[in-house]
């Protein structure tokens, strides 16, 4: 058996399937980018029947993005498949498509409506079909945790007879424990007669908080697959988290001899600009990634570490992107030192985008003392000022105190257009909501507010994440800056600018409350 495990992204496709997590083509390249950096060796760009912008998604990264395999999902449907085959056919010998239909009772009953037999053919047919449209095909069998090890024995073995290549074993409903999915996958090589003839593969959610605990007994029984997102991003509680999936196996290769080409010092930024461009933070007890990874405040620990680094920590912030050392950027710094630290964070910046974030970094020199690699990743995604936007923040001025309401007048451009408006709010971050928000329409439900403080300090850039709801819809925004409240209007813009419909009302600078 392989000692190699192959990691099979799927933060471009799964992961935002989560509520306001959906990314705009563009986003949608630089993620995929990034995966390519890290060295993920498979890349789920999108499900291309979905809609004509994720097939475009899919069809750029197929075109755009070199080195991994690259993923279109499909249901085992002819057009689904088909579809699915013109998005990929870019990337040639790099193509594969990913069919897949539910085997458990549940499934096939409620929601196929569909007898075990018809859905043993169309598994069969979908997975022929996809052959002769890709050079690489991979089956899988949608909440195989949950179905009959029987039907799934004979499901997998007609699929790998039809040409699938790889096999994949979903929790799609995170209902297993770790001991029952190993021997899950176990008994499925062991029984299925053509099973060395495919790589077994596993997807797992994270509904009761084992999706990477069910992964690593998965690899221990047999799988080499593993389907992750960065940030454990998902439908529901997410999926297996690649940042934990990858350091397990690193940080414990004494128990397990395998390893996956994952470059692990890229694994930091690239969890960055995913939480970035989602708009989802990441919790700071976060394996890996959270600011408290690496944090130690109990002065047994604080004196443990100081004395032999191994005392408390088993894997080095070095190891994973995080530089221990603060950023000796500062307002004397030039261009090409701050497009130096751009690429060591993953981020290649054009002649364009390196002029308006260096211009972006003066002024913030100008206000912090200390200027940290947070604060840079921060200036280059908090407003969206890089991107094409419709709508964009001109001005804000906030009246405010505590024996007055607060009024805020706010500018905005609107596709081109100037408009401003006031609004007096229960303070000086809901003033300036109401008055932005009196400029367009629609202009979505408030699901979500959070304020989180990027680095230490009273200068501390601070980020706000916004959630809005219009209809079915729902979208994520962020914004940075030392001033919370310019932050907050900053979050709210970028998140108005994910809204497909948004335009500016008719009737302008209506001043609210009065």
């Known amino acids: 058996m392989s000692d190699r495990i192959y990691i099979f992204d799927t933060t471009l496709r799964d992961?935002?399937?989560?509520?306001g997590c959906s990314m705009n083509i563009d986003e949608k390249i630089r993620v995929a980018h990034s995966l390519s950096a890290l060295g993920v060796d498979i890349i789920e760009a999108g499900?291309?029947?979905?809609?004509?912008?994720?097939?475009?998604?899919?069809h750029r990264i197929a075109s755009e993005v070199h080195g991994p395999i690259i993923a279109g999902l499909a249901r085992a449907a002819e057009g689904d498949i088909r579809r699915a085959a013109e998005a990929v056919k870019p990337a040639a010998?790099?193509?594969?498509?990913h069919t897949f239909i539910a085997t458990s009772p549940i499934h096939m009953e409620a929601k196929l409506r569909m007898s075990p037999e018809q859905v043993l053919e169309r598994a069969v047919d979908a997975v022929k079909l996809a052959r002769s449209l890709a050079p690489e095909v991979e089956f899988s069998a949608e909440d195989a945790g949950r179905s009959d090890m029987e039907f799934l024995c004979r499901v997998v073995e007609a699929t790998i007879a039809a040409g699938a290549r790889i096999i994949n074993i979903p929790d799609t409903v995170g209902y297993m424990t770790p001991v029952e999915f190993g021997g899950r996958i176990r008994e499925l090589i062991e029984r299925v007669p053509n099973s060395d003839q495919a790589i077994f593969s596993v997807h797992c959610h994270n509904d009761l908080g084992l999706a990477v605990a069910n992964s690593v007994a998965a690899i221990e029984n047999g799988a080499r697959q593993v389907e992750c997102t960065i940030n454990g991003l998902g439908e529901r509680a997410g999926n297996a988290a690649l940042e934990e999936i990858v350091m397990i196996l690193r940080t414990r290769s004494d128990r397990y001899d395998l390893h996956a080409a994952v470059d692990t010092t890229k694994i930091v930024p690239t969890s960055k600009l995913v939480s970035q461009i989602t708009g989802m933070p990441i919790q700071a007890n976060k394996a890996i990634v959270g600011a408290n990874a690496f944090a130690h405040e109990s002065g047994i620990h604080q004196d443990g570490v100081l004395k032999h680094q191994k005392t408390y920590e088993i894997m080095t912030p070095e190891s994973v992107g995080l530089n221990k050392n603060r950023m000796v950027l500062g307002k004397h710094s030039g261009r090409a030192a701050l497009k130096a630290r751009y690429l060591y964070l993953g981020r290649e910046l054009d002649a364009e985008q390196l002029v308006e974030v260096f211009n972006k970094f003066k002024i913030l020199a100008d206000k912090k003392k200390d200027i940290f690699d947070e604060d840079l990743l921060a200036l280059l995604h908090g407003d969206g000022t890089i991107e094409d936007l419709r709508i964009k923040l001109a001005a804000l001025h906030i009246?405010?105190?505590?024996?007055?309401?607060?009024?805020a007048a706010v500018e905005i451009e609107i596709e081109g257009v100037l408009h401003k408006a006031e609004a007096e709010g229960d303070g000086p971050v809901d003033a300036s909501f109401k008055a932005i928000q009196s400029l367009v329409e629609p202009n979505g439900t408030l699901l979500l507010y959070a304020v989180n403080a990027i680095t230490a300090g009273t200068d501390a850039q601070g980020e706000v994440t916004v959630r809005l709801q219009d209809g079915d819809r729902i979208v994520n925004g962020?914004?940075?800056d030392t001033d919370i409240v310019v932050a907050s209007a900053k979050a709210l813009v970028a998140a108005l600018n994910k809204l497909p419909n948004m335009h500016a009302r008719a009737v302008h600078a209506q001043y609210s409350g009065v």
Do not use: Y
Request: cysteine-free; hydrophobic content about 30%.
């Open 15 to 19: 992961g935002e399937q989560s509520p």
């Open 47 to 58: 499900f291309p029947i979905a809609s004509p912008g994720d097939f475009e998604a899919v």
């Open 93 to 97: 010998e790099r193509a594969r498509i």
């Open 399 to 407: 009246t405010s105190g505590m024996a007055e309401t607060p009024v």
């Open 478 to 480: 962020q914004g940075s």
